[in-house]
């Protein structure tokens, strides 16, 4: 018996120590020219899986916004050690079929022990296709990297937490959460010691290869200047209390004020009050600023999913039992109709 134990416990040792040095293969999403944060969060993310960890950043494209994005990338973060660039128009939009080829072409020659996306839109889209190519079973939502194949992960709506080891061959494929593997932008790299920037060979690329069932039809996205829900350090979010789009414009004049990004639940977006891409939770977007503010806001599990791990959490109900009082580090029993308009008295405008 006790040697069986012994046996158990050396196998499971020499497995967590199997991979000391890994290859990582970072799924990078541009705009404008510059590689998105929560790409470079998965930079931040692939220093956990080991002290001798090589990071190469795939991004792919068509034109000058491409090139700009590379130079971006080779001289953003100290951890990339190579750019790999996609450069073709079959590449233009970041649709999934196309990327998921392209994955599987680029680790047919790199031989990555590791693939990281970011566990938004873009990465959820295509790690699952690329890991039906690849054979593998993806691990997602990683919060917490304990290991080369040691990851933490929600469950439950984010209720429990729950420690995978990934057990199959190379490549793991990962997404990540890049609120829990923040990125801050730091001086650049000198021109002299930027990342090298090397063309992917897509001569086995077929035409196929980039014909998929989705295709492109447009692009719709806010113009505003507020900052992106997902990096914001402060978001004001508001529920169904609002009761409508017109009176939801008193969130966006307080997040104005505060130079916030807004939120809305999931009963907000429904009823219309405001588009689908503000919505914070399950469904929506994991957030994690410095200080959220809710108003009119229950609670619900599914909301509390994507906005608990904020480190200051401020919120406004009339019903003294709301579940968001549960959470809540500050919390006003009161009228939303009263407390914003005084709140947008009293507070400064933004300079
Ligand atoms: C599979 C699944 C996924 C989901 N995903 C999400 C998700 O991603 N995000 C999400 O948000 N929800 C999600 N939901 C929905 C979720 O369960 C709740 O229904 C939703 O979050 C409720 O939104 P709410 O708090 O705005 O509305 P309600 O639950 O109706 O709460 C409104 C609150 O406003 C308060 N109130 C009313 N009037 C005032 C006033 N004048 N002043 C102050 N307070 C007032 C009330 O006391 C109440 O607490 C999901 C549900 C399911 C089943």
């Not at 792919?60 to 750019?83: F, N, T």
């Not at 599914?302 to 579940?323: E, F, T, Y």
């Amino acid at each position: 018996m006790a040697m069986r134990a012994m046996v158990g416990a050396f196998r499971k040792r020499s497995f967590a120590n199997r991979s000391l040095s890994t290859r990582t293969l970072i799924l990078a999403e541009h705009e404008g020219g510059s590689v998105k944060a929560s790409s470079l969060s998965a930079v931040e993310a692939a220093k956990f899986l080991g002290e001798d960890n090589s990071v190469s950043l795939l991004l792919a494209g068509s034109g000058p916004s491409l090139e700009e994005a590379a130079s971006h990338a080779a001289s953003c973060h100290p951890s990339i050690s190579q750019v790999l660039l996609a450069d073709s128009d079959k590449f233009t939009y970041p649709l999934a079929e196309p990327w998921a080829k392209l994955v599987h072409v680029v680790q047919q020659k790199g031989r990555y022990s590791h693939i990281i996306a970011g566990s938004g839109s873009f990465g959820k889209n295509i790690l699952p296709r690329a890991a039906a190519l690849l054979d593998v079973s993806p691990i997602t939502d990683v919060t917490e990297i304990s290991g080369s194949h040691l990851f933490v992960r929600p469950i439950y709506a984010g209720n429990a937490l729950c420690t995978v080891r990934y057990t199959g061959s190379d490549p793991c494929l990962l997404t990540i959460r890049s609120t829990s593997f923040p990125w801050v932008s730091i001086t650049s790299r000198s021109d002299s010691n930027a990342a090298l920037i090397e063309k992917v060979d897509l001569s086995t690329f077929s035409e196929d290869d980039a014909i998929g069932k989705s295709k492109y039809i447009s692009l719709s996205s806010q113009d505003t200047e507020r900052p992106d829900l997902g990096n914001a350090r402060v978001v004001i979010t508001g529920g169904r209390a609002l009761k409508s789009a017109e009176n939801f414009t008193m969130i966006e004049k307080l997040a104005e004020k505060l130079g916030a990004a807004v939120g809305a639940t999931r009963a907000a977006v429904d009823a219309g009050y405001v588009p689908n891409e503000l919505q914070v939770g399950q469904t929506g977007k994991i957030v994690a600023p410095e200080l959220y503010m809710a108003f009119g806001v229950s609670g619900a599990i599914q909301h509390l999913a994507g906005m608990r791990d904020s480190k200051v959490i401020v919120a406004v109900n009339k019903d003294a039992d709301a579940p968001i009082f549960q959470v809540a580090d500050y919390g006003i029993v009161g009228d939303l109709f009263k407390v914003i308009p005084e709140l947008l008295e009293k507070l400064p405008d933004k300079k």
